[in-house]
């Protein structure tokens, strides 16, 4: 049996689920993409190649390899892109919960039975079909649980907005002893820099009391400044556009000073140096064409 146990972003990781981007299919059309940097990709003639990703994935696996870390891989689906295992799962404590993903990634969830199967079935939790929610939107921190969100009124029209008011909701309701901080993102449906796709996707804490974080991908400036009093503005490493755009927010601890980051984000991998974090560099650019990078292609299940 799995016992999972996951209460913070950085904890010594033990098992983790990694995507694969093995029969990932085709190029999608225009329509068929559902975040706008796979769209500019399609459209530019530049949308990353299989062969390329599963290259870039493999190196990630062989830094969990060496980390001695239990990596699970889902089954390969034929034709379907299951490189972002981050969103159609996520562990609190010790329970998994079952996300309510966008329709076009339900079938991803299946393809994890072999560690379903090794989890208590009174440990996973389905939440009701009015509450949308995303792994890449959900972090449990020590006694917080940071939640990205959008409550706009025109919420349905953005294929971008991916977990509701219902799901910040639901996820204070089951965790009535931690304090749930939601955040409303940046959508855009047409232009990466402008778009905050998860939450994981503008901040990430690392170590012990640090964070990477972008104040644009916030729409509420108090909402951000929460997040700067509570991490201090000294430990903060905030990000550009361009970065975020790039993905500099999305790297993926394995440990409270270890850290999987991008080999080009030279600026932030300093920043961690100078930090005193050992930074495993690896090539993840073309699974960035796809608006997601490290932590979206990881499901942690056990930290310690
Ligand atoms: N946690 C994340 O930010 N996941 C990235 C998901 C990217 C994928 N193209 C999507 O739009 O669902």
């Excluded at 889902?74 to 309510?100: G, T």
Aim: charged content about 30%; some cysteine; overall charge negative.
């Amino acid at each position: 049996m799995i016992e999972l146990n996951v209460v913070d972003e950085t904890s010594t990781l033990k098992a983790v689920i990694l995507g694969t981007a093995r029969s990932s299919g085709p190029v999608p059309t225009i329509e068929e993409a559902y975040d706008p940097k796979s769209m500019e990709h399609i459209k530019a003639g530049t949308y990353p190649k299989e062969e390329d990703m599963i290259r870039e994935m493999d190196g990630f696996a062989q830094v969990f390899h060496k980390y001695g870390v239990k990596v699970y891989r889902p089954e390969v689906l034929e034709d379907c892109n299951q490189i972002f295992a981050r969103d159609i799962a996520f562990v609190i404590e010790d329970k998994l919960f079952h996300a309510n993903i966008l329709p076009d990634r339900e079938r991803e969830f299946v393809a994890i039975y072999e560690v379903l199967d090794q989890i208590d079935p009174t440990k996973i939790v389905r939440p009701p079909e009015e509450v949308h929610i995303e792994g890449g939107d959900v972090m449990p921190w020590n006694d917080h649980i940071f939640i990205g969100t959008y409550t706009g009124k025109d919420y349905s029209s953005f294929i971008t907005a991916r977990t509701n008011i219902e799901a910040v909701e639901f996820i204070r309701d089951m965790f009535p002893n931690k304090t749930v901080k939601s955040f409303e993102l940046r959508k855009s449906n047409t232009d990466p820099k402008e778009n905050a796709l998860h939450l994981d996707c503008c901040f990430q804490p690392v170590g012990k009391d640090k964070a990477i974080l972008h104040k644009n991908g916030f729409l509420v400036e108090e909402e951000y400044q929460y997040l700067v009093d509570y991490f201090g503005a000294d430990n903060i490493f905030e990000i550009d556009k361009e970065e975020m755009y790039r993905m500099f927010s999305n790297v993926f601890s394995i440990s409270p000073e270890v850290v999987v980051s991008e080999k080009s984000f030279t600026r932030l991998n300093n920043w961690l140096r100078e930090q005193g974090f050992t930074v495993e560099e690896i090539e993840y650019n073309e699974i960035a064409k796809q608006e997601g990078l490290l932590r979206c292609s990881t499901m942690p299940l056990i930290r310690v």
